[in-house]
């Protein structure tokens, strides 16, 4: 790696911490419903991943797909339960 995509990726780091931490709790709930779609991209570059040649590739893209499905399950039960909360009884 190269010294441009280390600084790429801790200033990705960076913004994406800063802008995490400045997120009200009213609107947690909706952008989890959005950072779904992002992990369904992951989704699927983590099975590109997998066919990387050798065993670490493939157990990293492994690894890749089951903690983006916890997240998008996570999130759909999240945003379930939140439009629950809004159903007229």
Known sequence: MD????????LAVFVGFE???KVPPTLHTPLMS???AISGIA????VLATNFKG???MWLGFA??????INVVGGFMV??????MFKRK
């Open 3 to 10: 010294i441009t995509t280390i600084t790429i990726f801790i």
């Open 19 to 21: 802008i995490i931490t």
């Open 34 to 36: 959005g950072s779904n």
């Open 43 to 46: 989704i699927i570059g983590a």
């Open 55 to 57: 065993d670490l590739g």
């Open 64 to 69: 890749s797909v089951i903690f983006a499905m």
């Open 79 to 84: 945003t379930d339960r939140m439009l629950k």
